[in-house]
């Protein structure tokens, strides 16, 4: 059997591209041949004619390996800017996004990137022929003919026959004359380019990077791409690391008349010493004295013309184009090596996706796929790969075109710049509503051809905005506008965001993008039911499908927690204020693919309303979701095992057990306790109830009562009317200084009761109120139960666990006494939310309260209590099997990892308090030593403390309320309000997120002076 580096392939040249494709192909232990006609650039010596600057942007950079982009990042210059230098002398900066870590390109000599492509090409065992011209191309067979530097001929033979041999490919040549049906189009530009070497200052250091100081940071000064737009002519400069520039001065070929009566400057006009030196200090004279030998230059060589080249197909026979063979652009939008290492890189995801699907996978960098599976994969690749990246050459070199007119002449101009800057200040208001054009080109991996049609569509709403309102005085009334028409006519706008930087090295290579948007989805025809399945009629996915429905989504979450955990979403987006109405009323009778569905949820979905992940969301008690916690249950899930019945799956009722049992232990029970894992406090809060009526005559159950505190949670009234209880039954205690259940006035309603013949089934104790966090007296209210015979009940589901720490045993003592407790790990155990637990202290009650003997259809269940079916100790049979949720998690970190962080967030809520007291104008409301983490506070009137007076009330509650807002605007915590008896409204924050930290806590008190501060100017 053929092994994959039995496949051979021959690349036709040895630019960067060749080497990047050597280097795949070498991964994929391909055998590689590069011809190329050129020397090896590495052994020159002395002057090396014609080199220019790159810049690489995200697309380029994610297509290379991280060591290659490490080195590149060493030898290149970051521009987060355009420099522009005007007619007038002045200079002017146009940051090219809002960050300038994420939104710089990253310019580099070619010569020195492909050298280093050479050199990794090499290292990876490609074999390097130099001095060899291609002459001749067999497409169909993949063979090729060569001409070596002593005119001897050489005939190669392959299974894949590459061309990289740039915009006057011979290879591309051959496929059209030897059968390939074949549209070839070239069109040259009318401009041709020379380069000048601007030198570094003597000493060192950038001649112009005093320029490029923008006004906002004049102490920063930044590197930038200079420009020097003169309308039909340009001069641009990139930095080098060496303090040296790379210039190039750009021109039509040929001059004529400007049709006004004066001249057009043209490459055949400027031909002596004195004609440069004219040109250049009539038009660039902050140039003369930096660039001694400008003129020099200029004469030095002829200059370089420019064309773009489109064709289509790419491939023919065993033959396949990539990089400047398939698609020349004009360079103006610095995109040609970025797109075509994209090329390189969609090549190679599809080529693996189809070698999975063929047959055993090349064991990447292992060689053990075999050559006839290869063989295959490659012959699937060449028309998918055509199919997927020739819209985007064709785009990208209409874009490039586009470019030339922006950079040369309307750059400079004072409307362009005023359009620019409302289009970036729209940008970083809607980051997702406009993303202007060049962002979406430069920072983004979106196909260029869907960043161009989102984009036109977007242009044509603004620019008719624009024509109705004056982008300078009324930007904020377009932005307004805009955001309200877009918002409801395109609630999902916006292309996959480019990723945070690394956070060392402060670039944006974007390697965690993952490639899942740029390769295609397979045809339905290819892969009946497959996970895009648009026509086909099966539901199941195979392993590899199943492979790579999940790449694409690990890839896509990956994405958003990585833009979470940098900072790059607000705990908070406001729901946009006109909702799309629910278009979809039917199901969808055919499939969509998965990158739209994802685009769907992450775009559109995800961003609106309440950012629970957010480490500054703090308005309700659960929060934050731990990632392994949901991976736990992605794994339940994806297994699908029934663990209501032990029989069923006894290792996953095992394990379901042991969560209950750690439960159990940590609220202080002992022996004979249990539980039941239920998807919130409402369901535990419903069976404690349904347990405790099982202490009452069925006929009392309606007419019972249950007592709980005023400040007690909602869902007990609702698990009342579940469980059967009357109306009349639900008692509100009244709570004492510091928010706990009054015990006085507990005991006298409990009298009155039994007095009036109510029998009181329940007393729920709180340990954990949602609005101040307060906790009853647990052992005083046990004490209470105990003498009237009452079932004890805590609602613990925001304080339980905290039973885990030294504070909270002492806040929650007496817990150990109830006769049951509802607990939520997704508030203090940090979970995903739908994690919570009912525990008893005897398992039996919960037996008796659910289990239901003898449905003939139930085969005969466990009678060992030691192996208990979960259907006979809670309300549901078929349910999801939950234990892993919790039981990953704490496996995987320990119990003690949780107490710390609990501990934690009792520190962290104890310093907001001290210094939210210490802020003037704030008053908290009083918490007690200890103290679950929620801090309560609200703002003064008239700085008066005292709210008797109605009107300070009234006034205190709106300017409350109006801070809340304030803080919330900044995007970096999200609190809520609520209504206390005693202070009325306050802002309440609960500080339970796993990653809420010290900088956060700062972040708060700041936002919290400011908000103060913007109050008092309002
Ligand atoms: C002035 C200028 C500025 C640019 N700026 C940018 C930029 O800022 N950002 C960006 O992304 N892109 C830019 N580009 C585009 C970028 O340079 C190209 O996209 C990139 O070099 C293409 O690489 P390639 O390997 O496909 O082709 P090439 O770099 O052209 O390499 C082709 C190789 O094939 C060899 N070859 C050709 N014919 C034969 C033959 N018959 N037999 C054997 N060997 C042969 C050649 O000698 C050469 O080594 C710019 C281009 C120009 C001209």
Known sequence: MLAARDVRVTIVGAGPVACLVAIELRKRSFEVSLYERGSDVRLATGARGHSF???????????????????????????????????????????????????????????????????????????????????????????????????GIVRTSADLLIGCDGANSIVRHEMFRRGAQMRISQDYVADGFVEIRIPALTGGGHALLDAARDPERPRHPRHGLHIWPRGEFMLLAQPNVDGSYTAGLWMPMVGGDDGEGGERLGWDRVRTPQDVRALFEEHFPDVVDLASSYADDVLQWSPAPLKTVRCDPYHHGRTVLIGDSAHTLVPFFGQGINCSFEDVRTFFALFDRNLAETGSGTGSETGTGTGHDAAAALAATLPAYTEWRRPAGDTIADLSLAMASELKDRSGDVAFQTRKKLEKELHLRHPRLYVPLYHAVAFTDTPYQDAVARHERHRAVLDELCARHDPAGEAELIIAAYAEAIGRADPGSGPVPAPAPDSGSGRSDGRAAGIGHLVPAPRAEQRPGGIHGTTGTGLHLDPAQQKELLDVVTSRLMDFHEDLSKGNHPAWYRVAAAEPPRAEQRAPRTGTAVATLLDEIFDSALPDGMMHPHPGFMAHVPSGGLFQGAVGEFVARSLNRFAGAWAAAPGFARLEANVIDWFCSLMGYGEGS???????????????????????????????????????????????????????????VPTDGAYRMDLVALRETIERDLRYGTPPACVVATAGTTNTGAVDDLRAVAELCREYGVWFHVDACFGGFFRLTRRGRVLLDGIEEADSIAVDAHKSLFLPHGSSALLVRDKGTLKQAFAIPDAAYIPELSQDDDRPDFMDYGPEL????????????????????????????????????????????????????????????????????????????????????????????????????????????????????HQTDAGVIDQFVEDVRWALHRLGEE
């Open 53 to 151: 600057n790159l810049t690489l942007t995200r697309r380029g950079l994610t297509s290379l390996d991280e060591h290659i982009v490490d080195m590149l990042y060493r030898n290149g210059v970051v521009l987060p800017q355009r420099v522009i230098h005007h007619v007038d002398g002045t200079t002017s900066c146009q940051p090219y996004g809002t960050d300038p870590d994420l939104h710089h390109l990253l310019s580099i000599p070619r010569s020195l990137l492909h050298e280093m492509l050479l050199d990794e090409a090499e290292k990876a065992g490609a074999r390097l022929n130099f001095g060899f011209e291609c002459i001749g191309v067999e497409p169909a067979s993949g063979s090729a003919t060569f001409v070596d530097g002593g005119a």
């Open 674 to 732: 249990f539980g039941y894992l239920t998807t919130g406090g409402s369901i535990a809060n419903f069976m404690a109830l349904r347990c405790a009526l099982e202490r009452l005559p069925e006929h009392q159950h309606h007419r019972a009562a249950v007592y709980v505190s005023e400040q007690g949670h909602f869902s007990v009234a609702k698990a009342e009317r579940l469980a059967g209880i009357g109306a009349g039954g639900h008692r509100s």
């Open 878 to 993: 078929t349910r999801e099997f939950r234990g892993l949720t919790a039981w990953l998690p704490i496996k995987m970190h320990g119990i003690n990892a949780f107490e710390r962080c609990l501990d934690d967030k009792l520190d962290l809520a104890e310093d907001l308090a001290v210094r939210l007291a210490g802020v003037e104008g704030i008053d908290i409301v009083s918490r007690g030593e200890p103290h679950l983490p929620t801090v309560a506070f609200r703002v003064r009137a008239n700085n008066v403390s005292d709210t008797d007076d109605t009107d300070d009330a009234a006034e205190a509650a709106r300017l409350t309320e109006r801070a809340c807002e304030l803080i919330c605007s900044r995007g970096n915590i999200y609190v809520a309000t609520s209504e206390l008896p005693r202070e009325g409204h306050v802002i309440r924050a609960c500080i339970m997120h």
